[in-house]
C-alpha cells in the first residue's frame, strides 16, 4: 500500500511556543489529507479535511487560527500547532486520499506525531 | 454524520475465526461502510470497505446486510497480530471523511 510518513514522531515544547508537524505520501499525490487528534485511550477526532491548493475546512470545535492547516503541494500539508499549552498535548496523526473528488479512495495514514507540551 | 455501534470488547484463540460486528441503522445510500484497525501508539491501517455486496481481500471479509443497516468484518483465522482497536465507520462517498467512533478492542489469546 502506499505510504504516509510525519515528521517529527515526537516532540516535547514549553508552553507558548508554536509545533509544526508534517504529513507527506511518499509514493503517491495526495489531493486530500485530513488531520485527527487522539487522546489517550480515546478515539480519533477529525480536526480537519485540507485540500491541495485551498483552505482547510475545519469540523465544529476546532480553533483555525490555532492549529493552522498548510497544504502547499500535492505530496505535503503541514499543522501548526500555534501558541501550544498542555491541553493541546496529544497524538496528531495526518492521513491522504488519492483520487478525484466524488471517487471513493482508501485513505492512507502517518504513524503520528506524539505532542508533549510542559 | 451517520454514526456506528460496536461492541467495545472482543476475545478470540488464536487460529480461529472472528466476526467482529457493527450496526449503523441511520446509514445513509450514498455512505460507504469502510473498517480500519489501529495498533497501540500507531497510526489506523485500512482493513477493507463496501457499499452494498460482501467484499473479501487478503486481510479480511466484510459481509453486509440486505437493508445495509448492519455489517460484520471477519477475520477468518485470527493471529497475535490482529489485537488491535477495529473501527467500522460511515463514509459518504463524496467527501471521504472518517468519523471514528470507539471501536472493538480485539483481543487474541494464544
Known amino acids: 500500500g502506499a505510504v504516509v510518513s510525519q515528521h517529527p514522531s515526537w516532540v516535547i515544547c514549553k508552553s507558548g511556543t508554536s509545533v509544526k508537524i508534517e504529513c507527506r505520501s511518499l509514493?503517491?499525490?495526495?489531493?486530500?489529507m485530513f488531520w485527527y487528534r487522539q487522546f489517550p485511550k480515546q478515539s480519533l477526532m477529525l480536526m480537519a479535511t485540507?485540500?491541495?491548493?485551498?483552505?482547510?475546512?475545519?469540523e465544529q470545535g476546532v480553533e483555525k487560527d490555532k492549529f493552522l492547516i498548510n497544504h502547499a503541494s500535492l505530496t505535503l500539508s503541514t499543522l501548526t500547532v500555534t501558541s501550544a499549552h498542555p491541553e493541546d498535548s496529544s497524538f496528531y496523526i495526518c492521513s491522504a486520499r488519492a483520487g478525484r473528488l466524488g471517487h471513493y479512495n482508501e485513505q492512507f495514514f502517518g504513524p503520528g506525531t506524539r505532542l508533549t507540551v510542559l | 454524520d451517520a454514526k456506528t455501534t460496536q461492541p467495545n470488547s472482543m476475545e478470540s484463540n488464536e487460529e480461529e475465526p472472528v466476526h467482529l460486528p457493527c450496526n449503523h441503522s441511520t446509514i445513509s445510500g450514498t455512505d460507504y461502510i469502510h473498517w480500519y484497525r489501529q495498533l497501540p501508539s500507531q497510526g489506523p491501517e485500512y482493513v477493507i470497505h463496501g457499499l452494498t455486496s460482501n467484499v473479501n481481500n487478503r486481510m479480511a471479509s466484510l459481509a453486509i446486510a440486505e437493508d445495509r443497516k448492519s455489517s460484520t468484518l471477519i477475520l477468518h483465522r485470527a493471529t497475535l497480530r490482529d489485537a488491535a482497536v477495529y473501527y467500522c465507520?460511515?463514509?459518504?462517498?463524496?467527501?471521504?471523511?472518517?468519523?471514528f467512533g470507539q471501536g472493538t478492542t480485539l483481543q487474541v489469546k494464544p
Open positions: 485540507s485540500n491541495e491548493g485551498s483552505k482547510a475546512t475545519y
Open positions: 465507520i460511515l463514509s459518504p462517498g463524496n467527501t471521504g471523511k472518517l468519523i
Open positions: 509514493d503517491f499525490q495526495a489531493t486530500t
